[in-house]
C-alpha cells in the first residue's frame, strides 16, 4: 500500500488469502522524501519497488529488497 508519506508492504506466502495477510502488521519499508507519493510498483521478481511522485518527469525511486 501506498500513501502519500509512507510505503506499507506486508509478507505474504503465495497460499496465503490476501485478507489474511492484510490482518497482520505492514513491514517497516523505505519511503523516498517526494511531494505528493502517488504511486508504488514492484519488481516482477518480488524482491524490491520503485516509486514517484505526482507531476511531470518526477524522479523514480528504486528500493531493492536486502
Do not use: K
Not at 30 to 44: C, L, M, R, V
Amino acid at each position: 500500500m501506498r500513501t502519500y508519506d509512507r510505503v506499507l508492504p506486508w509478507n505474504r506466502d503465495p497460499s496465503e488469502p490476501l485478507w489474511a495477510a492484510l490482518q497482520q502488521p505492514a513491514v517497516t519499508a523505505p519511503t523516498p522524501n517526494e511531494s505528493q507519493g502517488e504511486a508504488i510498483g514492484f519488481h516482477p521478481d518480488g524482491n524490491g519497488y520503485v516509486t514517484v511522485s505526482e507531476g511531470t518527469n518526477q524522479t523514480l525511486h528504486n528500493y531493492d529488497a536486502p
